[in-house]
């Protein structure tokens, strides 16, 4: 199965600054996926991410505060921008692998302070 | 929201069976149902998934009603390390629901 690695596994940010979680795949992948999880709570979606097209947002969610990056088939960056104690969240990322369903990033866990 | 209902909770007994239900009345032709897995502080585990017919892995099985508007995640004998919070969620969608924390008891 597909093997992401995601960074950063955790930090601890100032409100107001910006964010970038990074996330490779070790295989090309079509479609990306980007989740919230607060304490507690199941997943919930953020965007979908198709690489050479803009990324899909769910409801709740916009682009000027969480731009994503998708420039390759392996790699995509979700940032979380001006941020406030209001994101402290897990951020994780997912992606479709070809035999086993969906392949889940270990997450970063971020604290707003 | 999500497509899928669960039950919140369940409880087993350690080397017992567990079936975990799920509805999902809305599924589509082309949706394939896909169950997961999230232990403390990991993210999701992929189970297991199926379309029309019955799926078994060395994980579980997976059960579809003839009708698919409901399916049954069966875990043959729990163990300790199957806690956690089980969910179905249908691959065209990709909304989790709550899920269903299951507990096992030793």
């Known amino acids: 199965s597909a093997v992401i690695s995601q960074k950063p596994s955790r930090d601890i940010c100032q409100r107001g600054t910006s964010l970038t979680i990074q996330c490779q795949v070790d295989?090309?992948?079509?479609?990306m996926f980007w989740y919230r999880q607060q304490p507690g709570q199941s997943l919930t979606l953020i965007a979908t991410?198709?690489?050479?097209?803009?990324?899909?947002?769910e409801s709740g969610f916009v682009i000027d505060k969480f731009p994503i990056s998708r420039p390759n088939l392996t790699f995509s960056t979700l940032t979380v921008s001006n941020m406030s104690p209001e994101d402290s969240s897990i951020y994780l990322c997912?992606?479709?692998?070809?035999?086993?369903?969906?392949?889940f990033g270990s997450g970063t866990r971020l604290t707003v302070v | 929201d999500a497509k899928t209902t669960q039950p919140n909770s369940m409880e087993s007994n350690e080397e017992e069976p567990v079936h975990l239900p799920c509805n999902h009345s809305?599924?589509?032709?082309?949706?394939?149902i896909h169950w997961y897995r999230q232990l403390p502080s990991q993210g999701p585990e992929y189970v297991i998934h199926?379309?029309?017919s019955n799926v078994n892995n060395r994980m579980a099985s997976l059960a579809i009603a003839e009708d698919r508007k409901s399916s049954t995640l069966i875990l043959h004998r729990a163990t300790l390390r199957d806690a956690a919070v089980y969910y179905c969620?249908?691959?065209?969608?990709?909304?989790f629901g709550a899920g269903t924390r299951l507990t096992v008891k030793p």
């Open positions: 997912s992606v479709l692998d070809r035999y086993d369903g969906y392949t």
């Open positions: 295989s090309q992948v079509t479609m």
């Open positions: 991410a198709n690489q050479g097209s803009e990324a899909t947002y």
């Open positions: 809305t599924i589509s032709g082309t949706d394939y």
């Open positions: 199926g379309l029309t």
């Open positions: 969620i249908l691959n065209n969608d990709m909304r």
